[in-house]
């Protein structure tokens, strides 16, 4: 009778303590385990292997289509300029 008590006792402590112990660690109940602090790396417009250059402005990609800021305009490119990470 008595040792049940105390095993559900010990059971809810562990369960705590592993609780506790994965929030500490960054781990939250809706995270992966990656840490769940990393930050998204923004995407960039690319000309083939390198950074796509603007006449004016910065570029970059917003919604997911390259442009550049300023109204202005890619420097010419062989290829066509795609947003990668």
């Known amino acids: 009778m008595m040792s049940q008590r105390y095993f559900k006792l010990l059971v809810v402590f562990l369960g705590l303590f592993a609780m506790i112990a994965s929030i500490a660690e960054g781990r939250g109940r809706h995270h ?50 795609k947003c990668q990470t």
Not at 53 to 74: D, I, N, R, Y
């Open 32 to 81: 992966s385990g990656n840490g769940g602090n990393t930050v998204p790396k923004p995407k960039l417009p690319m000309c083939g292997n390198s950074k796509a250059k603007c006449t004016k402005g910065v570029p970059g990609c917003p919604a997911g289509q390259p442009s550049c800021g300023e109204k202005g305009k890619f420097q010419k490119c062989s290829v066509e300029i």
